[in-house]
């Protein structure tokens, strides 16, 4: 074996596998990655699966959390079926126990004066906690970075809202590419090109709003626009992606409550974003984020039935297509495009020009995962020095000049 040889180039193929040991494994251990909402964790201990690994969360006596291997390292019982207790997990079958740091405190079966629980060491990880949801860092201790304080979850005030996790069962990149591609809005999602509604307006296949692919501190942005009345004015709408996997919808409340073109004049004032972990190479749970600072009281009661997954579209008796009906809820036309369109390891592709979004997207995860590969910090995590820092992401939906010019000059059509 030749230990000079250069490593292989990678690929968009290697995005799929998030396991120990592979390329993007490693890179995804590199983040603090969400494992489960607050809410979810109550005072019994929670199975979960991050990025192929077997674990289980849960808070001792004295509320702080611990993420441990699933199975007991005796013989295997499932600790998800522990009892919680002050001081950590009791294993049921016979009783070892473990603090959140995997000592093993207690053995109750072995003869008094018996020393071997301290030679046992069960595999922990990291967990922290923000905004409502929990966090977990896999990867190796010496690399442990300061937990971004992402925006919504960290910044006071307004209203918050955390949906239940969803659980999918693709790969997760399937799901964050989706979001670098703009194009798609103007077929997949268009239901009625004529309702008067914004979003039928602006994102409409009779005519597709150019977009830009803008590379950004946290990532990456796509940024569709269309001429507004005024003159050097643009309808803007912007998509955002922070590594390794969240990403920020400019657009939701205009999307979600239907809102005529005009309403785009006043600007989001809701922030929603999506943090994707990937449960393993074929599934993936989501978890989503809305902080509101406008001034509607209501808007979360809005906002929660105006999501409701249900196609609008009829299903007519000799459809036996399993995805089927779908058309009618943006939730549903994404998981059947992207749980049909197969796993980026082996799908066959023919990229276009408006795939330019996707094309950034993987330039920049395949620096990021190259990064890791020769030691370096990839984008996104946080060095020391810059400690536990405030992370925004900016998906302006509004009007405004385009691109941005302090003259208010503005290009508005320029591909
Ligand atoms: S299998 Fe867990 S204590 Fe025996
Ligand atoms: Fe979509």
């Known amino acids: 074996m030749n230990d000079n040889r250069e490593p292989e180039m990678l690929t968009a193929r290697d995005l799929a596998q998030v396991g120990r040991g592979t390329p ?3 890179w995804f251990r590199r983040y603090w990655m969400v494992a489960a909402r607050s809410d979810d964790l109550r005072d019994i201990p929670m199975r979960v699966r991050v990025l192929g690994e077997d674990l289980v969360l849960f808070r ?29 997990l009791r294993c049921p079958y016979h009783g070892w126990l473990f603090d ?17 629980h301290e030679k046992v060491r069960h595999l922990s990880y990291p967990v922290r906690e923000l905004g409502g949801l929990i966090f977990a860092y896999l990867g190796p201790p010496d690399h442990e970075p300061p937990l971004p304080q992402y925006a919504p979850l960290a910044e006071p005030g307004g209203q918050r809202r955390i949906e239940a996790a969803r659980h999918y069962d693709y790969n997760w990149y399937n799901f964050i590419e989706n979001g670098a ?9 268009l239901s009625d090109p004529d309702d008067g509604t914004w979003r039928s307006w602006f994102f409409n296949a009779r005519d597709v709003p150019p977009f830009d692919a803008v590379e950004t501190d946290y990532g990456m942005k796509v940024v569709s626009r269309k001429p507004a009345a005024e003159k050097g004015l643009s309808y803007v709408d912007e998509k955002s992606y ?16 239907k809102e005529p073109r005009e309403a785009l004049a006043r600007g989001s004032s809701n922030a929603h974003w999506m943090f994707v972990t990937p449960d393993d190479d074929d599934h993936f749970t989501l978890y989503t984020v809305d902080h509101y600072t ?34 009618g809820s943006v939730r549903l036309e994404d998981i059947m495009t992207q749980s049909t369109q197969g796993n980026v390891a082996c799908r066959q592709e023919r990229l276009a020009a408006s795939d330019k979004g996707i094309i950034l997207q993987r330039r920049l995860i395949l620096n990021a995962v190259d990064r890791v590969r020769q030691g370096l910090r990839p984008q996104g995590v946080p060095s020391p020095e810059e400690g ?16 941005p010019k302090p003259d208010g000059e503005t290009d508005v059509r320029s591909d």
Request: proline letters at 12%.
């Open 181 to 189: 591609d703009p194009a798609h809005f103007s077929t997949l999602h």
């Open 388 to 403: 536990a820092r405030l992370v925004r992401m900016d998906s302006f939906t509004g009007i405004r000049a385009y691109p």
């Open 60 to 88: 001792d006596g004295a509320g702080r959390l611990g993420l441990l291997g699933l199975h007991c390292p005796h013989r295997g019982t499932s600790l998800e079926y522990g009892d919680v207790g002050p001081s950590g």
């Open 242 to 257: 922070a590594l390794p996997s969240v990403m920020q919808i400019g657009d939701t409340e205009f999307t979600h409550f």
């Open 24 to 26: 993007a494994g490693e």
């Open 294 to 327: 406008g001034p509607d009281p209501d808007f979360m009661t809005r906002l929660a039935p105006s999501r409701r997954p249900v196609a609008t579209a009829e299903k007519p008796e000799h459809d036996h297509r399993p995805l089927s009906p779908y058309r």
């Open 100 to 116: 959140i740091s995997g000592a093993c405190l207690e053995q109750p079966a072995e003869p008094p004066g018996s020393v071997f």
